[in-house]
């Protein structure tokens, strides 16, 4: 059984920053490509960041580009997306989730359908 648990949202003002976590158990981080997507009230949810399963290759919405940074350690299983320069408009439900494998090592999926496995999201909020 896959599961991903993100951590680290919150509650900040516009201008700070949060690192999110998202921890996996039930398989092996490092053979999948990783992304985060976000939904916000009364919105559909939409891609935020994505890093390939190599770890060489990112993309960013443009939304978040220059701001917001993946990363993953494979030896602990984590990913994670620092988030700086933070806006009210950045207020999301934020999820992370991992491919189904097999990719190019350069692959950074962008659409929900290319992953099969989400946590169950963590709330971040920004104050103006």
């Known amino acids: 059984q896959v599961q991903l648990v993100e951590s680290g949202g919150g509650l900040v003002q516009a201008g700070g920053s949060l690192r999110l976590s998202c921890a996996a158990s039930?398989?092996?981080?490092?053979?999948?490509?990783l992304g985060w997507f976000r939904q916000a009230p009364g919105k559909e949810r939409e891609f935020v960041a994505a890093i390939s399963w190599s770890g060489i290759s990112t993309a960013y919405a443009d939304s978040v580009k220059g701001r917001f940074t993946i990363s993953r350690d494979d030896a602990k299983n984590t990913m994670y997306l620092h988030m700086n320069s933070l806006n009210p408009e950045d207020t999301a439900v934020y999820y992370c989730?991992?491919?189904?494998?097999?990719?190019?090592?350069?692959?950074?999926?962008?659409?929900?359908?290319?992953?099969?496995?989400w946590g169950q999201g963590t709330q971040v909020t920004v104050s103006s």
């Open positions: 989730a991992t491919d189904g494998g097999g990719g190019y090592y350069y692959a950074v999926p962008r659409i929900e359908s290319d992953y099969d496995y």
């Open positions: 039930g398989r092996t981080f490092s053979r999948y490509a």
